[in-house]
């Protein structure tokens, strides 16, 4: 169900505030204009700061697709409009593996 990635990612956010990252850090999702979303995880201060992370290339179609990898310290996500909610159990995948 797509309401239990989005409880599951409030709780990694609450687990990951310390009084510093929520200010400086945290996460950024935007819209592309192709159309789609932008996604960006900065993983800084977090146990994931430097876990190895195979990039992913997924093209299904020109609105069905995912592209994520992580750079220096950030993870990064853009997908189909309609591939948010894989884009996000990738990365809680990720985290738990």
Known sequence: MKVEIMQWLEEWVVNNCDGDWE?????????LDNPGWSLSINLE???LEEKHFEPIKIERSDTDWIH??????TFRGFCGV??????LLMFKRWTES
Do not use: A, P
């Not at 850090?25 to 819209?31: L, N």
């Not at 994520?68 to 310290?73: G, P």
């Not at 309609?82 to 884009?87: D, G, K, Q, T």
């Open 23 to 31: 200010h400086s850090q945290g996460i950024q999702v935007s819209t």
């Open 45 to 47: 201060g977090t146990i």
């Open 82 to 87: 309609r591939n948010m909610h894989e884009l």
């Open 68 to 73: 994520c990898n992580v750079q220096e310290t």
